[in-house]
């Protein structure tokens, strides 16, 4: 597709189940990212992949959290054992070169009841 | 340790003003200085962006002045225009092997008629 594709939109589930949300980066970026927005707040940087190997994973909030790139394209990010404060927006965002800027994806709005 | 910081959180302009949005960085190691503009349920849109080998660049109405001895840089959107009422995040990123995006948290912008 010509944009970042990302899946579910939206996203309602109950605290404990496990949750999968799914990048699918413009074709050719090497480099990957997610990031988490919660309600009128900033973007916070979750991990990073550059192919499908992840040099920085430093804002994973805990071990709940995973995310999995695999044939340098597609990035699935897992949430295990969902918590109310997981409820929030998740961005991915991809990216050709260094240089070049990184495109967004228009989010998964994930819920936690 | 905040990396980007950015000012102010909020700005109210009228119609044809100037809006000026400012950002301070602390890593002298980042190399490409992008502006990103939010719409409300929208991921955030690539609006324009520099490298520090320049003081100064343009597009359209939105202009980014970069000052690197006092590592700081700014978006000016001349003619301001009910329609660019967003949220504006600037972001840094490093080259080498992680060229991880840090965000500021972003400034909402509002544009009176």
């Known amino acids: 597709g010509a944009g970042v594709s990302q899946s579910p939109s939206n996203k309602v589930t109950e605290k404990g189940k496990d949750v999968e949300l799914r990048c699918d980066p413009i074709?050719?970026?090497?480099?990957l990212y997610w990031y988490r927005q919660s309600l009128g707040q900033g973007l916070e940087f979750l991990i990073y992949?550059?192919?499908?190997?992840?040099?920085?994973k430093s804002g994973l909030p805990s071990d709940r959290f995973s995310a999995e790139r695999t044939g340098g394209s597609v990035s699935t990010l897992t949430i295990q054992r969902t918590q109310q404060e997981d409820s929030a927006v998740y961005l991915c965002?991809?990216?050709?070169?260094?240089?070049?800027?990184?495109?967004f994806g228009q989010g998964t709005r994930l819920t936690v009841v | 340790q905040q990396q980007v910081k950015q000012s102010p959180q909020s700005l109210i302009v009228q119609k044809g003003g100037i809006s000026i949005i400012n950002c301070a960085y602390e890593?002298?190691?980042?190399?490409?200085f992008p502006w990103y503009q939010q719409f409300p349920g929208k991921g955030p849109a690539l609006l324009i962006a520099?490298?520090?080998?320049?003081s100064e660049k343009k597009e359209g109405r939105f202009t980014i002045s970069f000052n690197k001895s006092a590592k700081q840089f700014s978006l000016h959107i001349m003619d301001s225009q009910p329609g660019d009422s967003a949220t504006y995040f600037c972001?840094?990123?490093?080259?080498?092997?992680?060229?991880?995006?840090?965000f500021g948290k972003g400034t909402l912008l509002t544009v009176n008629p």
């Open positions: 965002a991809s990216r050709l070169y260094r240089d070049g800027g990184a495109f």
């Open positions: 074709s050719g970026h090497t480099a």
């Open positions: 992949f550059q192919g499908n190997s992840a040099p920085d």
């Open positions: 890593n002298t190691a980042f190399d490409y």
């Open positions: 520099i490298r520090p080998d320049v």
């Open positions: 972001a840094a990123s490093i080259g080498g092997s992680n060229y991880k995006l840090t």
